[in-house]
């Protein structure tokens, strides 16, 4: 027989509330418990945490399994940890890994879309930029189309020839 130390839900519809128990592996989440050890109770501030450290070291003696939260628990309350689950980490969920990676992957991919789309749409409106300034100009009287820097003279040019 396989025992898990782990949380069973005991409390009403938007209360939550969970025991501590001693449970075979084998049994439903909420079934019958071999023995309770402690409870939690997530919405008291700060979350009350009430574990019976003899119950929970005799149990783990006889070879039961706590749950990762249940270890979390016991860190929290300030038990001493069984050897073995001093750096239990939170395991990364393999479902939502690559569904993430998938929607991250399509949002950038829209974006660039996206960007792509607006880029010729801006270019077309600087390259209107000058055509909108020269009929501004001719509205205004003005009879000549301000000259652009490529029709300017070059004057860096006659400054050379003086120095030599």
């Known amino acids: 027989m396989a025992v898990r130390i782990r949380l069973t839900r005991v409390g009403a519809t938007k209360r939550p509330s969970y025991r501590v128990v001693a449970i075979d592996s084998r049994r439903p989440r909420d079934g019958r418990a071999l023995?309770?050890?402690?409870?939690?109770?997530?919405?008291?501030?700060?979350?009350?945490?009430?574990?019976?450290?003899?119950?929970?070291?005799?149990?783990?003696?006889?070879?039961?399994?706590?749950?990762?939260?249940?270890?979390?628990?016991?860190?929290?309350?300030?038990?001493?940890?069984?050897?073995?689950?001093?750096?239990?980490?939170?395991?990364?969920?393999?479902?939502?890994?690559p569904k993430s990676a998938a929607k991250s992957a399509a949002k950038s991919a829209g974006r660039a879309r996206t960007k792509k789309a607006a880029e010729p749409a801006a270019t077309e409106a600087t390259a209107d930029e000058p055509a909108a300034d020269e009929h501004a100009a001719a509205e205004a009287g003005a009879t000549e189309p301000a000259a652009t820097e490529s029709e300017a003279a070059p004057t860096e040019a006659p400054a050379e020839e003086a120095e030599a």
């Open 35 to 97: 023995e309770i050890l402690g409870f939690y109770d997530p919405l008291t501030d700060p979350a009350t945490v009430q574990l019976d450290a003899e119950k929970v070291n005799a149990w783990i003696g006889k070879g039961a399994r706590p749950s990762d939260t249940v270890v979390k628990l016991m860190r929290q309350a300030g038990m001493a940890l069984p050897p073995g689950y001093e750096t239990i980490a939170p395991k990364p969920s393999a479902k939502a890994a």
